[in-house]
């Protein structure tokens, strides 16, 4: 049963860079694709990106500019750096994997979240 | 203001059956699957439907998925007080090339 944990700071200030890792245990790496998923407070779900097994990347288009996705095949991790934060960015991070499929697939599983808040 | 337009909420009582509609348009429902998450309190979503209809092992056969030209439903036949939860329709957006949410429905158990 493949899990993913993931990790990083949880308190940013302002114009910091967030970083977050997600580790991949108990399945194989190779021939997905990997992604981030945030939540706000309160709010929906907002798609960030993700990076397949050729090294790809798929940026949503109102978070390009400050969004860096890549992966570290050699520990079954892949990252998330996200630049210039604001209070907007304050969100619950969630990582994912998506199987590989044709009909460009789904999210399972999902990582346990991580709470970032950035305050001044 | 989500791509995918859901209600806000839903509610219903044990035993009944109730569904939650997700509108899109031709980039993405229309011409991608749709695919379903829980979110129950507290707890990261987890996928219920995938490929429009098909459920994933564990998932109870009481949640169905469907979907027809830019819209898609998820219907909760025989619904049960664990079922109350946030529910997540999503599809790939071919204008945005990117997965698009809809902004989620508050299912009550009454």
């Known amino acids: 049963q493949v899990q993913l944990q993931q990790w990083g700071a949880g308190l940013l200030k302002p114009s910091q860079t967030l970083s977050l890792t997600c580790a991949v245990y108990?399945?194989?790496?190779?021939?997905?694709?990997w992604s981030w998923i945030r939540q706000p407070p309160g709010k929906g779900l907002e798609w960030i990106g993700e990076i397949n097994h050729s090294g790809s990347t798929n940026y949503n288009p109102s978070l390009k500019s400050r969004v860096t996705i890549s992966v570290d095949t050699s520990k079954n991790q892949f990252s998330l750096k996200l630049t210039s934060v604001t209070a907007a960015d304050t969100a619950v991070y969630y990582c994912a994997r998506v199987p590989p499929s044709l009909l460009r697939g789904w999210f399972d599983p999902w990582g346990q979240g991580t709470l970032v808040t950035v305050s001044s | 203001q989500s791509v995918l337009t859901q209600p806000p909420s839903a509610s219903g009582t044990p035993g009944q059956r109730v569904t939650i509609s997700c509108s899109g348009s031709s980039s993405n429902i229309g011409s991608n699957t749709v695919n379903w998450y829980q979110q129950l309190p507290g707890t990261a979503p987890k996928l219920l439907i995938y490929?429009?209809?098909q459920r994933p092992s564990g998932v109870p056969d009481r949640f169905s998925g469907s979907k027809s030209g830019t819209s898609a439903s998820l219907a909760i036949s025989g619904v049960q007080s664990e079922d109350e939860a946030d529910y997540y329709c999503a599809a790939w957006d071919d204008n945005l090339n990117g997965r698009v949410f809809g902004g989620g429905t508050k299912l009550t158990v009454l």
């Open positions: 108990g399945g194989s790496f190779s021939g997905y694709s």
């Open positions: 490929n429009n209809n």
